[in-house]
């Protein structure tokens, strides 16, 4: 079964630190990995999109990283700002059903200051 | 030009009632997709077109939901009978379509479901 697993489930860091998100998944055989940024009551919103060739991808102060060998993504958030408060999630698509997503459950970050 | 619709943003309903669900993409996206989100969880996959066709309808929890797209446009997830499970935010996606390719997919509000 397709499966991915976000770490941690919740995260609390003071404004300008930085931090890295957790993902693993099983989905097989790999198409690409999202991740995204979900406001409280917002919609999510795309920060990067890697496929099986890409191990690094950057989108301002969030870099994401993929090791498909392992099977494991980060997200770095380099500076934190209070605007980075926001549920997290990571999206791994299959080649065999490219439009059917698993996703994980998220990781809640939030940021004091 | 505008991002992805969805109406109604809340709907309350009560329990054994029909609802409907509406949701527009953005203008010349071929794929269109519906998700749900309970309370505090993830999102959970219901169903996605590409064009006016429903390659897979696996996530779809019981055979009281269904979804119809017509014109490649505008869809609508419908829910039978409403149970208070079924509560939720229910999100619509679009991109430009499926396929081996990577396409971003861009995200509606929601709609708010409240059954009582």
């Known amino acids: 079964k397709n499966q991915v697993e976000q770490s941690p489930q919740s995260l609390i860091i003071l404004e300008g630190k930085n931090c890295t998100l957790q993902c693993n998944y099983t989905v097989s055989p790999f198409s690409n990995l999202r991740w995204y940024k979900q406001d409280t009551g917002r919609g999510p919103v795309s920060l990067t999109i890697m496929t099986f060739s890409e191990n690094t991808k950057s989108n301002g102060r969030y870099t994401a990283t993929l090791d498909a060998d392992t099977k494991q993504s980060s997200l770095h958030i380099t500076a934190s700002q209070l605007s980075d408060s926001a549920s997290y999630i990571c999206v791994v698509s299959a080649r065999t059903n490219a439009g059917k997503s698993t996703f994980g459950d998220g990781t809640t970050l939030t940021v004091k200051p | 030009g505008a991002g992805v619709s969805q109406s109604p943003s809340n709907k309350v309903t009560e329990k054994g009632k029909d609802v409907e669900l509406r949701c527009d993409p953005i203008?010349?996206?071929?794929?269109l997709y519906w998700y749900r989100q309970s309370l505090g969880q993830g999102l959970e996959f219901l169903i996605y077109?590409?064009?006016?066709?429903?390659?897979?309808k696996s996530g779809l929890p019981s055979d009281r939901f269904s979804a119809e797209r017509t014109g490649g446009s505008v869809s609508t997830l419908t829910i039978q009978r409403t149970q208070q499970e079924d509560s939720a935010v229910y999100l619509c996606a679009s991109s430009f379509q499926t396929g081996p390719q990577t396409y971003e997919q861009y995200f509606g509000p929601g709609t708010r479901l409240t059954v009582t």
């Open positions: 077109f590409q064009g006016n066709s429903a390659p897979d």
């Open positions: 203008s010349g996206h071929t794929a």
